[in-house]
């Protein structure tokens, strides 16, 4: 679990025990005999942080009776669902879920490590129709006989928009390295392959599934006569100092065992000490006649080119997507 995650599990259960506190202990008295004034003005101080911990959290928070009715809500709540937070008392809690996951609420909220809170990223319902999306922290907690829940949500909208921003600008970015008469690979820092483009099949033979994970030597790829020079290319480009871009030529084999001139344009990502993080390269093949046709006659390729990828791009864009919604 990423370390920020840890950080905001640690925050809810800690906001959760006082707010449970609070519900629990709302109706109760300070003791008038505890034989000690100073005791019972520190107790009632106490409950009065509790509160201020409920009514004030930056987290809606719900308590519900165990048996899926609201039995509290703070402020926040009634903002996120668009209402006074106590008209929320006695409302059934799954009815600040859309329709459609009203049927599932209790299959939605189970589940999780026992004594931790169970996560899940839903979209709950306002008044008046609309939803949002929100991250919900879920937790049981015993009190007496009585076993209650507690929720605490996050509104997630500005999150939800920024990962679509980022998927779109990722799908564009992709969409124009595809696109161009290019190829590119992708490497980690010991230049073991990460991406393979499909330009890189085409001009290669080999397939991602072929090569991803292999360092180029380690399969007929290196055009034997240039083998040392792509060996010394890599030791340069592995130290600290190297640069951050550079270019060579050489020849490698395809598949077929015919082999390809090709122009290399490499850039380094490194760390703040100038260690590689991974290495990226765009790869011209020098042969290319279309490369040094006139503008019009390579436009006319680059457009054929879109047209026969756009689906297939697509669809790398939505995988991407829902990597992104699930991380």
Aim: overall charge neutral; charged content about 30%.
């Amino acid at each position: 679990m990423p370390l920020f995650t840890e950080l905001l599990v640690f925050l809810l259960v800690s906001v959760g025990m006082l707010a449970i506190g609070i519900w629990i202990g709302k109706s109760a008295q300070p003791p008038t005999d505890v034989g000690s004034g100073a005791l019972a003005s520190s107790l009632q101080l106490l409950q009065k942080r509790e509160t201020a911990f409920f009514t004030e959290s930056p987290f809606a928070v719900l308590v519900d009776d165990g048996n899926g009715n609201i039995v509290d809500a703070n402020p926040i709540a009634g903002e996120y669902l668009n209402c006074a937070s106590n008209r929320l008392k006695g409302t059934r809690l799954e009815e600040i879920f859309p329709p459609s996951l009203k049927p599932h609420v209790e299959d939605l909220l189970a589940g999780g490590t026992p004594g931790r809170p169970h996560r899940v990223e839903t979209k709950i319902a306002r008044s008046g129709g609309d939803t949002i999306p929100v991250e919900i922290f879920c937790r049981r907690v015993k009190n007496g006989t009585t076993e209650l829940r507690v929720l605490f949500l996050r509104n997630i909208a500005e999150r939800k928009r920024r990962e679509f921003e980022l998927t779109e600008a990722t799908r564009h970015l992709k969409f124009h390295l595809e696109n161009g008469p290019l190829a590119y690979i992708e490497f980690d820092e010991k230049f073991r392959v990460t991406k393979w483009s499909r330009n890189a099949e085409h001009m290669f033979g080999w397939k991602a599934s072929d090569v991803n994970g292999n360092h180029p030597f380690d399969w007929d790829f290196v055009y034997d006569e240039d083998a040392e020079r792509m060996e010394e290319a890599f030791l340069q480009l592995s130290r600290t100092d190297a640069p951050a871009r550079s270019t060579w030529k050489m020849k490698q084999y395809r598949k077929d065992g015919t082999t390809l001139e090709c122009r290399w344009f490499h850039s380094s990502e490194r760390d703040e000490k100038g260690k590689p993080i991974s290495h990226f390269c765009l790869i011209r093949d020098t042969e290319d006649s279309l490369l040094n046709a006139p503008l019009e006659v390579s436009g006319r390729s680059d457009h054929r080119l879109g047209e026969t990828r756009t689906q297939e791009l697509n669809l790398i864009a939505l995988h991407r997507e829902r990597q992104l919604l699930k991380s």
